[in-house]
């Protein structure tokens, strides 16, 4: 099991820019790739961006490419997700998530909150 804590979120105007960052512990050597997905208020929950712990590849949804960078630190067992020109479609609780294969995201965070107000 990876246990999965998130930080960063907060409130910001439109236009603006956060950092998540998502530390895991426990089994992480098991992990296949690093997830990021948020649900917004009377939404489901939904796919943001995921990056593989090996070789880096990234994948993003098509609402935030451009605008979300998602990166990881394998020494620290850190996934990021840098969120520049956010808008207020962006609010919702982040999710960071470990998958142990290839679309199985089988550990969860908390969920971390970001508001951006007009």
């Known amino acids: 099991q990876v246990q999965l804590v998130e930080s960063g979120g907060g409130l910001v105007q439109a236009g603006g820019s956060l950092r998540l960052s998502c530390a895991a512990s426990g089994r992480t050597f098991s992990s296949y790739a690093m997830g990021w997905f948020r649900q917004g208020p009377g939404k489901e929950r939904e796919f943001v961006a995921a990056?593989?712990?090996?070789?880096?590849?990234?994948y993003y949804a098509d609402s935030v490419k451009g605008r979300f960078t998602i990166s990881r630190d394998n020494a620290k067992n850190t996934v990021y997700l840098q969120m520049d020109s956010l808008k207020r479609e962006d609010t919702a609780v982040y999710y960071c998530?470990?998958?142990?294969?290839?679309?199985?995201?089988?550990?969860w965070g908390q969920g971390t909150q970001v508001t951006v107000s007009s």
């Open positions: 998530a470990a998958a142990s294969t290839v679309g199985r995201y089988d550990s």
């Open positions: 990056i593989r712990w090996s070789g880096g590849s990234t």
